[in-house]
């Protein structure tokens, strides 16, 4: 069992930055794949990036690449989320979920409670 908490979020000058912390409980936590999803109002979750349990191997969707960058700290058990120049659109929950393995596609099996990121002009 895996337990995760986000942190870090709040309200974010457009072209600013911000970074988003989960902190995760266990072990084990180099084992597993870390992402990053968000929910906006009125639309469904989707992904943001993801990073495998060695840090070897990093995935972003093409709508934050090149402006966020997803980083681990194993030896803290935390996962981060760096927003640099974020936009409007990135106004969203962020969510950071876990899933055992190496893989970053398929189902992730423990989420956290989401962080609220607000991005104002």
């Known amino acids: 069992q895996v337990q995760l908490v986000e942190s870090g979020g709040g309200l974010v000058q457009a072209g600013g930055s911000l970074r988003l912390s989960c902190a995760a409980s266990g072990r084990t936590f180099g084992s597993y794949v870390m992402g990053w999803f968000r929910q906006a109002p009125g639309k469904e979750r989707e992904f943001v990036a993801a990073i495998r349990g060695s840090a070897d191997r990093t995935y972003y969707a093409d709508s934050v690449q090149g402006r966020f960058t997803i980083s681990r700290d194993n030896d803290k058990n935390t996962v981060y989320l760096q927003m640099t120049t974020p936009k409007h659109e990135d106004k969203a929950v962020y969510y950071c979920?876990?899933?055992?393995?190496?893989?970053?596609?398929?189902?992730?099996?423990?989420w956290g409670q989401g962080t609220q990121v607000t991005v104002s002009s």
């Open positions: 979920a876990a899933r055992p393995g190496w893989q970053f596609y398929g189902t992730y099996d423990y």
